[in-house]
């Protein structure tokens, strides 16, 4: 029998086309809205091919007028939203920062118009460490206060979630908020049928250390090796796809299921282990035993030395704990890159 259906927005993105494989084989059934702006429908022909069902995309552009009315005149029932659909660059956003706010705050209010529609009683929302800012309080911990960030990209998930809350909080708003902080998703389905493939330049490392490896990049650099850090280089927390997909889920029965006190959490969603820019290469080197072309450079504006989670919140709260390792991120990614690349 079914759990519900569940809108997810942003689903033929790297995180939404990996989370509805997860939601299928949890029971759920699932409804896509997509406009494609950083992805194609290629994804949902991966998610059929692991699942066995068939996922059709609504192309809709949640960020344009009327997008909301035009979802709900479909008439589908919704029993929870994961809305994934945002611009996610950085540094695009500091250069266009108005197509930032423009996207992924209308974007976001179309999402909790629908819910309204629906009084849909489980909404979860993909936030980003980047909320915390330039913090140097490690790991992070969900009560940190947020901190200035240097991106509109950072500021838009920070205003995202102060508009969550006080949806939530409206008189008469019955819906119950997940805000999932992620630190750095990576990695494929271990099928190989499904990974990341985004229409835009890829600009995460574990994606550009794939590419440098097969030979879409002629090298890597390194971005600053003289940080407060074991080897010089910074620190990440990497998270695989698949552990971060299975989040989402729990995210979603814990809502829906009533276990939620509170109108509104966050939590972080990262392994909880820093991981250096070096020891990452060095794990993709030798899972892959390709020797990457990389080289040491400056270091780059804005990065902070390191970012990892204080994940026992999440650990404790929806029993979530990370079954993957970095080792196993760079081999999904490696096979992901080679078929992709038809090699
Ligand atoms: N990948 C990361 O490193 C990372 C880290 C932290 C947070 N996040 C957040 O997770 C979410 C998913 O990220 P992802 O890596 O899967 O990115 P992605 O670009 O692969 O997926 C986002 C999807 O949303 C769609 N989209 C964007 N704006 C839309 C709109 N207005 N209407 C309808 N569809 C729209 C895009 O076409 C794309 O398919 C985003 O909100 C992102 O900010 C990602």
Redesign the pocket.
């Given at each position: 029998m079914s759990k519900g259906t569940i809108l997810v927005?942003?689903?033929?993105?790297?995180?939404?086309s990996h989370t509805i494989v997860e939601l299928i084989q949890s029971g759920y059934e699932v409804v896509c809205?997509?406009?494609?702006?950083?992805?194609d429908q290629e994804s949902l022909r991966g998610v059929e091919a692991i699942t066995g069902q068939a996922v059709k995309n609504i192309n809709?552009?949640?960020?344009k007028d009327h997008?909301a009315a035009t979802i709900i005149e479909l008439g589908i029932h919704f029993d929870g939203i994961i809305h994934?659909?945002?611009?996610?660059s950085v540094g695009e956003s500091v250069a266009e920062p108005l197509k930032y706010y423009s996207?992924?705050i209308?974007?976001l209010i179309a999402a909790l118009e629908i819910a309204g529609h629906y009084s849909t009683p489980a909404f979860v929302f993909?936030?980003?460490?980047?909320v915390y800012g330039q913090t140097d309080q490690l790991p992070v911990h969900e009560d940190l206060p947020f901190m200035t960030t240097g991106s509109a990209?950072g500021r838009s998930?920070q205003m995202c979630e102060q508009i969550m809350m006080d949806a939530c909080n409206a008189p008469g708003a019955t819906g119950k908020v997940i805000s999932l902080r992620?630190f750095?998703?990576a990695g494929a389905h271990a099928s190989h049928l499904l990974g990341?493939s985004?229409i835009n330049v890829a600009l995460?490392l574990v994606p550009v250390i794939t590419e440098t490896a097969i030979g879409k990049r002629d090298s890597l650099t390194v971005y600053g090796n003289d940080y407060d850090t074991r080897d010089g280089t910074c620190i990440r927390d990497f998270v695989h796809i698949m552990d971060l997909a299975r989040a989402h889920v729990l995210a979603l029965d814990a809502l829906l299921e009533g276990r939620q006190k509170n109108i509104f959490e966050a939590y972080n969603l990262g392994i909880g282990k820093g991981v250096t820019v070096l020891e990452a290469i060095h794990a993709f080197e030798k899972v892959s035993g390709v020797a990457l072309n990389y080289s040491l450079g400056p270091r780059r504006e804005g990065d902070l030395p390191a970012m990892y989670a204080d994940n026992r919140k999440i650990s404790e709260q929806l029993q979530w704990q990370p079954q993957f390792n970095i080792a196993d991120i760079m081999r999904d990614a490696w096979a992901w890159e080679q078929v992709r690349s038809g090699k």
């Open positions: 927005t942003g689903g033929c993105g790297y995180i939404g809205i997509d406009s494609l702006i950083n992805s809709v552009d949640l960020a997008a994934f659909a945002a611009l996610k996207n992924n209308k974007s993909s936030s980003s460490c980047t990209y998930k992620y750095n998703p990341e985004p995460n």
